[in-house]
């Protein structure tokens, strides 16, 4: 019974290694070069994610203080520092969580292989995004770090799988849940349920949809709103929007950027960033939309390689930028960004395949939703964070676009 059920999901096993086994390999080279510190090497990480895991843990409050008073906030959603809590509650090192974080790699990129056989019915392409999924160095960069994005990853992915194949109420629960992990799938949500409609899935099924994935979302929001007095998940989009991008547009243009008298990542805050952020586009409406556009267009065309290479490798390894290994770094970050520029080229292609067209329509309107919502952050360094779940359906339909040129043109006589 076992041998068989090997022998029929080998494909499978194999991807889960190469996944997996990549980035555990790495995970053990952080380890022992850098110590526990290196998993918490993104500001993040250590600014608000491990705060957040310990005073769940000690003080038993939802709290980014690092000494009393421990003040509850919600800038951060709940669902990834509760995964932490539950290492640190059992006092495992900070490797297990990462060794678990791998773990969830070498299955999201078996669901990749799945959805991939449900669009296209190809093993070959199917294999093709699995495979650049599982050794895409910022992939295994980031699934290394303590942060929430991966996480995300999963539960935006598994979802997906089970959106395709056809599971609303199931997908609606993992939905809600990867929205409690980074609060941006309640904007990307609506996608899903548009797709239902175009798909003819009957009302009464997409309204329960809804009802599941709001009341996924409803605790926390509770608790806001006893704690807060507001109904958000997250004060995050506002913080964002206000005290990072209009600080740039403020700085471009010259003026100094009003700031709220309590914590800046409060909820309570959000008001006061609401009425100045509106004050200003009011005044420069033209202004900021060029702004704003600009900023979102050059994170697209950011070549992720070049911030592994500066950000992340050059103040480890400084000894590698000099002379011939210098070239070699360069060279391999212009062979990456032009792998990536091949990548969404065929990627673009796939939609000319029928059959996952409206799949193709779908990611890329999370693409664009994701790209407008944080776009303009990838001025402080890339897009690859915030694409974790959407780069392995870039790869998917590369294969199938590169399929069906090859398909079209090895028909015509040599």
Do not use: C
């Amino acid at each position: 019974m076992i041998l068989d059920w090997l022998k029929t999901h080998k494909t499978e096993i194999w991807i889960f290694l190469l996944a997996f086994g990549v980035r555990f390999l790495y995970a053990i080279f952080v380890q022992i070069k850098f110590g526990s510190q290196g998993f918490l090497a993104y500001s993040d990480a250590f600014s608000f994610y491990l705060p957040l895991a310990k005073n769940l843990v000690e003080n038993h409050i939802f709290s980014m203080s690092s000494v009393p008073p421990y003040v509850s906030d919600a800038y951060r959603t709940p669902l990834y520092p509760l995964f932490w809590a539950v290492f640190l509650w059992f006092k495992l090192p900070f490797f297990v969580v990462i060794f678990a974080q791998n773990i969830l790699a070498g299955f999201m990129s078996v669901l990749i292989y799945r959805i991939g056989l449900m669009m296209f019915n190809s093993k070959n392409i199917s294999l093709f995004a699995a495979v650049l999924m599982s050794v895409e160095p910022m992939s295994i960069y980031w699934n290394n770090l303590l942060m929430s994005d991966y996480l995300f990853a999963f539960l935006f992915i598994f979802a997906f799988y089970i959106f395709v194949s056809g599971h609303y109420y199931l997908f609606a629960l993992f939905f809600g849940l990867a929205t409690l992990t980074r609060s941006i799938g309640m904007y990307i949500f609506p996608l899903f349920l548009v797709t239902m409609l175009w798909r003819k899935i009957g009302w009464r099924k997409i309204i329960l949809t809804a009802l599941i994935f709001l009341a996924m979302l409803f605790p926390w929001m509770l608790r806001n709103k006893i704690v807060f007095d507001t109904w958000q998940l997250s004060s995050a989009s506002w913080y964002n929007l206000y005290g990072v991008v209009t600080q740039i547009f403020a700085d471009k243009e010259g003026f100094i950027l009003p700031r709220p008298q309590s914590l800046p990542y409060d909820l309570a805050s959000v008001p006061f960033y609401k009425q100045h952020f509106f004050e200003i586009f009011k005044e420069k409406p033209l202004s900021y939309v060029k702004f704003y556009i600009s900023v979102v267009s050059r994170s697209f065309f950011k070549n992720p390689y070049m911030y592994l290479s500066e950000y992340v490798i050059k103040p480890k390894f400084p000894q590698f930028f000099y002379g011939f290994t210098l070239l070699l770094i360069n060279f391999a970050v212009v062979v990456g960004g032009l792998f990536l520029v091949a990548i969404y080229t065929f990627a673009f292609l796939g939609w000319l395949s029928k059959d996952a067209r409206l799949w193709f329509s779908l990611i890329f309107f999370i693409i664009f939703f994701n790209a407008f919502s944080l776009g303009a952050l990838g001025l402080g360094a890339d897009m690859s964070r915030y694409m974790l779940p959407l780069t392995p359906f870039t790869f998917l339909f590369a294969g199938a676009g590169f399929n069906l040129i090859v398909n079209k043109y090895s028909s015509w006589p040599i």
